[in-house]
């Protein structure tokens, strides 16, 4: 019987630390078999990114204002998804919302100046944008305006990722997009992947682990992106109704099937005040760690994950 060990393949996407950790032989066939998940994550990456001219999401950037573009299938269902968070949020999560990024620096710790949200705030809303599925046709009905899909891209990666390994025939492993993890089966023994949850504000301590086998969990925080003034928080995750950041949790993980939804709960969920994100987070039906902004700890959990039917 061949023996199988585990081999992490690791690169660099989507400004995150990612890893391909598979079950093999021996590490040449792992690396072999990350790459066209890699890959994967790459085209994503390219193909959304709104710092390339040659990209899906900068030709709809510039038609802003004038005629409407046809995009691809794949693109028509990211809109799609991006449609109903929008309505799930209330319009706190929102698509065009990456214009807000013009007034907020998280890196220079720019703080908006006064008046700024203001003039911004009239380039966001789902709402006014004309998308139209059938024909998938989508206009930008304002000059100026922007969609950005960071929100979605790196757990819509994730599940791409997973997809091409299974359809590679992998069944043990999982991708791990900056702390964004999908499965892949359990390990050959039967036992589970054991993925950890960094602590919000201790950064040498985990939080707590899962257990992972086909599912995915994916994490929200106040902690990678931000900056303190006066001894106020301000984190990268903005309220596109306001501009202004999420103020209410620390963290909240949250398991799913797939990467998307996990990611979309968590996000929405730390936009909430805490009473509205648990309930949120209980009519989803989904596990959760979550750290509110007091520090206490909330949690709804069922056991492991299960391979989907």
Request: proline share 4%; net charge negative.
């Amino acid at each position: 019987m061949q023996s199988f060990s585990e081999f992490g393949v690791e690169f660099g996407a989507m400004a995150s630390r990612c890893e391909v950790r598979l079950c093999a032989p021996d590490e040449a066939t792992a690396r072999s078999g990350a790459a066209p998940a890699a890959a994967e994550v790459t085209r994503i990456e390219q193909k959304y990114s709104r710092y390339r001219d040659d990209s899906v999401t900068a030709r709809i950037n510039r038609s802003a204002g004038g005629d409407a573009v046809i995009v691809d299938d794949e693109t028509a269902a990211l809109l799609d998804f991006a449609a109903t968070l929008h309505a799930q949020s209330e319009g706190r999560f929102d698509l065009s919302s990456g214009v807000l990024r013009r007034a907020w620096d998280f890196t220079r710790r720019r703080f908006p100046a006064p008046g700024e949200l203001s003039v911004l705030l009239p380039l966001v809303g789902w709402q006014n944008i004309e998308w139209h599925a059938k024909d998938r046709r989508l206009r930008l009905p304002v000059a100026g305006m922007e969609i950005d899909f960071g929100g979605i891209g790196k757990e819509y990666a994730a599940d791409r990722a997973a997809n091409v390994l299974r359809e590679a025939g992998v069944r043990s492993g999982y991708v791990n997009l900056g702390g964004d993890v999908r499965g892949v089966g359990g390990r050959p023994d039967g036992t589970l992947w054991k993925i950890g949850i960094q602590h919000p504000r201790q950064t040498d301590r985990l939080l707590d682990t899962v257990d992972l086998l086909d599912g995915a969990i994916a994490t929200s925080g106040d902690y990678e992106r931000f900056f303190e003034i006066d001894g106020r928080r301000y984190c990268h995750i903005l309220d596109a109704r306001t501009g202004w950041p999420a103020a209410h949790w620390q963290s909240i993980s949250v398991l799913a099937p797939a990467c998307v939804a996990a990611g979309a709960c968590s996000t929405i969920a730390m936009l909430l005040p805490v009473a509205d994100a648990l309930a949120f987070l209980r009519e989803q039906g989904v596990e959760y760690l979550a750290v509110a902004a007091d520090g206490t700890l909330y949690r709804a959990e069922s056991g492991i994950l299960h391979p989907e039917s």
